[in-house]
T-cell receptor, first 115, second 114 residues
Framework: SAVISQKPSRDICQRGTSLTIQCQVD?????MFWYRQQPGQSLTLIAT?????????ESGFVIDKFPISRPNLTFSTLTVSNMSPEDSSIYLC????????????FGQGTRLTVV | SQELEQSPQSLIVQEGKNLTINCTSS?????LYWYKQKYGEGLIFLMM?????EEKSHEKITAKLDEKKQQSSLHITASQPSHAGIYLC??????????????FGKGTLLTVNP
């Protein structure tokens, strides 16, 4: 298993500002992902965080809006830039130890409200 | 793209009752995950199923994957208030470059009344 710590757990931000969310894992993991869960909706994959290179973004998500870093095998950050109320969501970090059918673990999430 | 449909969307049961949540996929499932989510929080991993006909249990929760690998069910026996939450099923993509991505259903909200 993996213990994932996300910070902050929640925040209320002004529109137009940016927030950086941190994801720290207690062990080296192969893959790290960032998901978004909008109110009343299920989880949607934003991007795969790649160590030492640019993240791989899913359709509808771009680097300018959601810059991601992954400097090593245990840490990643997601920034939500130039926020608007539509960005109010829960953002979740997820990790796996392999690319195949292995268990996928999630952090406790960051609950973001943009006012 | 793969779509997962969960039923029911919400469920209210009396403590001690059994219940079942279903997850149906539009495509063959190559890895089916069940998670529990408390309101506004992260996901707690419950079980992962891969093989057709596979069944796994943990405490009072049993998950099954049908032989055709297109439907999974989550069964809770003698439900307790601690079982309350949102249950999500997630599925891996098919083989190839997308097989690590998880697609999720919209979740089933379970309320257990004491």
């Amino acid at each position: 298993s993996a213990v994932i710590s996300q910070k902050p757990s929640r925040d209320i931000c002004q529109r137009g500002t940016s927030l950086t969310i941190q994801c720290q894992v207690d062990s080296q993991v192969t893959m790290m992902f960032w998901y978004r869960q909008q109110p009343g909706q299920s989880l949607t994959l934003i991007a795969t965080a790649n160590q030492g290179s640019e993240a791989t973004y899913e359709s509808g998500f771009v680097i300018d809006k959601f810059p991601i870093s992954r400097p090593n095998l245990t840490f990643s950050t997601l920034t939500v830039s130039n926020m608007s109320p539509e960005d109010s969501s829960i953002y979740l970090c997820s990790v796996t130890h392999g690319a195949g059918n292995t268990e996928a673990f999630f952090g406790q999430g960051t609950r973001l409200t943009v006012v | 793209s793969q779509e997962l449909e969960q039923s029911p969307q919400s469920l209210i049961v009396q403590e001690g009752k059994n219940l079942t949540i279903n997850c149906t996929s539009s495509k063959t499932l190559y890895g089916l995950y069940w998670y529990k989510q408390k309101y506004g929080e992260g996901l707690i991993f419950l079980m992962m199923l891969q093989k057709g006909g596979e069944e796994k249990s943990h405490e009072k929760i049993t998950a099954k994957l049908d032989e055709k690998k297109q439907q999974s069910s989550l069964h809770i026996t003698a439900s307790q208030p601690s079982h309350a939450g949102i249950y999500l099923c997630g599925a891996k993509g098919d083989s190839g470059g997308s097989n690590y991505k998880l697609t999720f259903g919209k979740g089933t909200l379970l309320t257990v009344n004491p």
